[in-house]
Each structure stands twice: as C-alpha cells, then as structure tokens.
C-alpha cells in the first residue's frame, strides 16, 4: 500500500457524512497522519472569510502532501484555492467530482481550473476533461471495500431504502408512498424524514456509518434511487456500497451503470414505479437467484473497484504533478455601463470594436475575483453566445446574505420567474450578440425582463461571480427554490459562537419589514425543522 507522510482532509470527519466511511478511513491507511479541517462547519461557525482564513493557517503550519476536498461551490475563494500554492508549494490540491452529468458543464470545468488533479465519479466524462486540455484526472468510485463488506448478518429488512427526500423531482417521496400504499414491508432511514409524519411507522431515523452497514447487511432487498435534484437519472454510489455488502441493490436505471457491469447479470434496474414494485415482489419471492446475483455483484466489485488500489495509482503520480497556471485567454472583454448604452449606437460600436466580448456594470453590481476571466473562458471553451454566472445578495450591514443559483431556478421555476431574477450584470456576451440585439438591451435598463437565456445559447457558470445590492424578492417557496438562505447560516453562527447582541439580527429585521417577508418565513420553517435540528447536533459531535 502507498503511503504519503500528511493528508489534510478538507471535509466533515463525521460518521453521519458519506465521505467518512470511504474516503477519511481510507486516506487514513494512506498516511502517517490524517488531519481534518471541516470547511462547512467552521463556516456555520465563524462565517466564510474566517473559515478561508483558517484553511490557510492550517496549510501553512501543516504542509500536507496533498488536500482532499468535495465537490462545493461556496465555502471556498477561488483565491484561497491558488494561494495554497504560494503557503506551500509541495502540497497538492484534490477534489472528488461526483455528479458531472449535472455539474460538469457549469461548475467542474471551471473549478478544476484552481485544483491539481480531480477525481471523477462518472467515467464518461474523462474525455471532457481532456477535450478542455485538463491532464490530472483520475476515475474512481470512491469505494471503500474494506469498510463496506459482508458481515454475514441476518436478514432482517425485506426492503430498505436509506437517503435523503431530497427534491420532488427526484421523486423519492412518490415511490416511497407508492411502495408504502402498496404493502410493501419498507424500512426508511436516513435524514429529512422526520418531516413526514406519513411514513413515521417504517421510519427509523437516520444512520451512523457504521450502523448503515450494519442495516445494508441485514436486508433482503435495498434499494438506489437514481435521479438526481432536478430527476434526471445518474449514478449513485449507493449502489455499489449495497454491493460491496454483497447484498442485492434494486437501483434505477442510468445508462452509466451498464458501462461498468453486465444488466441483468450483475446489474438489476427498473424504468418505473411498476417495474420496481414488481421487482421488488420477484426478487423477495426468488431467493436463490436473488443471493446469485449479490454475490456475482460482490466479487465483481471487490475485485475491480477499490479505492485503495485508486489511491495507490495517485500517490504514486503525485511527484510528477506539477502546478498548472490558469490557462490563457485568447480575446478580450470590455464593461459597459448605463450612461456608455444611453450613447448612440455608432458610439458604442466605436467604443468596442477592438473587443470581442461585452459584459455590463451598474451601480447595483459589484464584480468578484475571476469574474471577467471565467467568463471570457467559458465562452472560448462553449463557443456560445452568452455567459451567466451566480450571483451573491448584498447589504452593508448583513453581507452576502442571498446566494442566488441558476439551475435550481432554471429547472425549478417558470421562465418567467426565472427571467424575473435575472441582471444584466451577470451577463457576458459576444460583441455580435450585442449588436444585433442592442435596441433590446438598452430597453432593459428602462425595466425590460431579460428572456434571452437558455441551455442551447448560454455558458452557465456555477458559483458566484458578482454581488447584487438589491433584487426584486418574491413569495417563500418561489425564494427558496432560487437561492440559499445565507442568513440562516449566519444565524446559526451567531448562536455557535453565542453572540446575541449584534446588529445582525436587527438589520434582518429591516429586510423583513421593508417587504422581505420570505426571510421571516425562512427563520420559522428552520426552527420548526426536527431534522435540521437532529443534523446539526449530530455534525456538532
């Protein structure tokens, strides 16, 4: 086995997180020693500047040979990113891609940009890497054989299916009441169920690693839902942890999986409800062929896809991995303002002729590090016509307090509503873009919505690039869908760090009562939710 001397785990150590039963005690067997630093909870904790401020510290004074990181989009500065090179030059920086069917286009190929290497769940998605000139990748399911094994238990569970509710379009909720309704002896665990007091007979609370392979070896039958947020079908690591217990995984259907293992064989998928209830029905009736398939299963994936043997092949490149610099841009952007659009259209065209791309400022924007790079970047490499990125709300005296995500919005949301949170000053655009469609451009700054965004004309970027003073807030639920309630999180830190005399809950205060009543909403539904509640005291442990 290879081994490194330090490996700086920039996760939640937590037995109630996916990470640790794979990667934290298998990094573990790959150093001399294993340092955790929880980016998430120290953000809870101290907010986001001292939690970067932190990480560095950290680095600094450790010098791990290599980071291991997960895929996020808002805890971490780009900068931060690029300054553990400076910090510590030997330290290499890693990160877990794992759903890059939904993630690659708007969010992996540009974070990997500030990274050495990735580590890519989805082996299709390989050659997209290398199409953008990004050498490091790695494939790995990230399998820890040796923690999720057979245990020869019993079978006490004729079904289960342990996970999240996740989204209505994952569609969890529906096939769980479907199987419920129907008589099947379902046994649920995992987080967010405490909120449905339907299921409270077959619920049975959420599991520590351990405990979950424990209740994986006890079943007859487990079960892998896999659609993702926005129910489009991907592949699960669920499926191959149900595997590795050598008991039969009943998963959905992704054509990623036949890649990797024979349908059928050492695969079994069901397309719809009534195909998984009648699986479901075959395979507690049949047995033998049930047990026959878990145990094919078994040994095809131990034997193939342990992360051990992964590791091994990346600590042995490690040495020949050098520091990339960001790529280079070819083509050159300018910013217009309002007063430049209220100019005559040969003057503007006079202004940008030695330019190739266009993007907008106004006094309600402010622009972020890496803003103009990334945009330019992500239409040299989509050769579309338009960029969008993410974009922070905020305020003096509450900071970012809003984090507004296209896709959530884009796939969640009427086009109208999503139009309706659109600003010009996310936007990048080609200089013929701009020109054709100048007179409808100069109509937006007089209160025109913005309709001209879609999947087929634009390079969405998935982090946040700019900051937004103010925006048009609407109803909670149509709020909740198209951003992350910052100011929940900078709540929750205030009571960590027991600050409760500060201006911060005074200026909400404000918000609300200048018309922002989803934020009030947002603060009763979050104390009156058991399980945010039972989660943050289990990841406060």
Request: proline share 2%; hydrophobic share 35%.
């Amino acid at each position: 086995m290879k081994k490194v001397n330090k490996i700086l785990f920039a996760e939640t150590p937590n037995k109630y997180y996916f990470l640790y039963p794979n990667w934290y005690l298998a990094l573990e067997r790959h150093c001399n020693n294993l340092i955790a630093f929880d980016p998430k909870f120290n953000y809870f904790k101290y907010g986001k500047d001292k939690m970067n401020q932190m990480f560095l510290e950290v680095v600094e004074r450790e010098k791990p040979d290599f980071i291991f990181m997960c895929v996020r989009n808002e805890e971490f500065y780009l900068s931060t990113l690029l300054k553990i090179r400076e910090i510590s030059p030997n330290t290499k920086t890693m990160l877990y891609f794992g759903d890059d069917d939904a993630a690659f286009e708007a969010f992996s190929r540009y974070y990997i940009l500030f990274l050495d290497l990735g580590l890519v769940f989805q082996r299709k998605y390989l050659k997209e890497y290398k199409k953008d000139g990004i050498k490091n990748i790695f494939f790995t399911l990230g399998l820890n054989t040796k923690y999720f094994r057979h245990l020869n238990l019993k079978k006490e569970y004729d079904v289960t299916f342990i996970g999240h509710p996740k989204t209505s379009e994952s569609e969890r909720y529906e096939l769980i009441k479907f199987l419920k309704d129907k008589g099947v002896k379902l046994t649920l665990f995992g987080w967010g169920w405490d909120n449905y007091p339907e299921f409270k007979e077959i619920y049975k609370g959420a599991l520590d690693s351990d405990k979950m392979v424990e209740v994986i070896n006890q079943s007859k039958i487990t079960l892998c839902f896999s659609h993702n947020h926005f129910g489009i079908p991907h592949m699960k690591g669920k499926f191959f942890e149900g595997s590795s217990c050598k008991t039969f995984v009943l998963t959905g259907y992704c054509d990623e999986y036949p890649r990797l293992l024979k349908e059928g064989k050492e695969i079994i998928m069901y397309q719809d409800r009534e195909d998984l209830l009648e699986k479901i029905n075959y395979y507690l009736k049949h047995e033998k062929e049930r047990e026959k398939i878990a145990n094919i299963t078994y040994k095809k994936i131990r034997s193939t896809y342990s992360l051990d043997k992964d590791l091994d092949k990346i600590i042995t490149s490690l040495p020949k991995i050098r520091h990339n610099n960001l790529p280079k841009i070819r083509h050159k952007a300018i910013s217009l303002s309002v007063e430049d659009l209220k100019k005559e259209k040969e003057k503007i065209i006079e202004k940008i002729k030695d330019f190739d791309y266009i993007y907008f400022k106004t006094k309600n924007s402010e622009d972020m590090e890496f803003r103009e790079y990334l945009q330019i970047y992500s239409l040299e490499k989509t050769k579309k016509q338009i960029s969008c990125c993410n974009y922070y709300v905020n305020s003096k005296y509450l900071g970012d307090y809003l984090y507004f995500k296209w896709d959530t919005t884009m796939n969640t949301l009427s086009k109208e509503d999503f139009n309706s949170f659109l600003d010009l000053s996310q936007i990048m655009m080609t200089k013929d873009f701009f020109i054709n469609n100048l007179d409808f451009i100069k109509e937006i700054y007089n209160g025109k919505i913005i309709d001209f965004i879609n999947k087929e004309n634009t390079a969405f970027i998935s982090f946040p690039l700019l900051r937004l003073k103010k925006i048009s807030a609407k109803d909670y639920e149509t709020m909740k869908k198209s951003f992350e309630f910052i100011f929940l999180f900078q709540l929750l830190s205030l009571k960590l760090q027991k600050k409760f005399f500060t201006l911060y809950p005074i200026a909400l205060l404000f918000k609300i009562l200048s018309g922002n009543k989803f934020i009030l909403q947002a603060i009763i539904k979050n104390l009156k939710d058991q399980d945010k509640k039972n989660k943050i005291k289990a990841f406060s442990n």
